[in-house]
């Protein structure tokens, strides 16, 4: 596509400007401000499974295991963590919530949670498959 060049562009950077400044009211920045800072932190998930259990884990990058919370009801697993900002720094508080739906075959009272070096590991383990048998056959 051919553009026409214009040594007067103002109405191409007015309506970039427009753009913009409806991003920001969209997002809550205003004047200008950082536009990353108010957006929420939504730590990275990742699930895996094996014979034994699904481990759910989410980067917590300088969260201790005091300041995250996991929390279950029914099936609705609620993950939520917060930093209070430092003395003498500028920068806001941390905040995050995630809610995962656990599948059925989750035995629910032995789930277990551990933060270690900015990982938080749930480990949801499995209802033990039944073992096949052999039914005897009898004679009538």
Request: no cysteine; proline share 8%.
């Given at each position: 596509?051919?553009?026409?060049?214009s040594?007067?562009p103002a109405?191409?950077?007015d309506?970039?400007r427009q753009?913009?400044?409806?991003?920001d009211?969209?997002?809550?920045v205003?004047n200008?401000?950082?536009?990353?800072a108010?957006l929420?932190?939504?730590?990275?998930?990742d699930?895996s499974?094996?014979?034994?259990?699904?481990?759910?884990?989410l980067?917590v990058?300088?969260?201790k295991?005091?300041?995250?919370?996991?929390?279950?009801?029914?099936k609705?697993?609620?993950?939520s963590?917060?930093?209070?900002?430092k003395?003498g720094?500028?920068?806001?508080?941390k905040?995050f919530?995630?809610?995962?739906?656990?599948?059925?075959?989750?035995?629910?009272?032995?789930?277990?949670?551990s933060?270690?070096?900015?990982?938080?590991?749930v480990a949801l383990p499995?209802?033990?498959?039944?073992?096949?048998r052999k039914?005897?056959?009898?004679a009538a």
């Amino acid at each position: 596509m051919l553009i026409r060049w214009s040594a007067h562009p103002a109405p191409v950077i007015d309506s970039w400007r427009q753009l913009n400044r409806l991003v920001d009211q969209a997002f809550g920045v205003r004047n200008g401000g950082d536009r990353f800072a108010r957006l929420p932190w939504i730590p990275a998930a990742d699930v895996s499974e094996d014979e034994k259990q699904f481990v759910l884990t989410l980067e917590v990058p300088g969260l201790k295991s005091d300041e995250v919370k996991v929390d279950l009801d029914g099936k609705r697993l609620t993950i939520s963590g917060e930093q209070a900002a430092k003395n003498g720094e500028t920068t806001p508080a941390k905040r995050f919530q995630r809610v995962f739906t656990l599948p059925e075959q989750v035995l629910t009272d032995q789930i277990g949670a551990s933060v270690a070096d900015g990982v938080l590991r749930v480990a949801l383990p499995k209802i033990p498959k039944p073992e096949p048998r052999k039914i005897e056959v009898k004679a009538a």
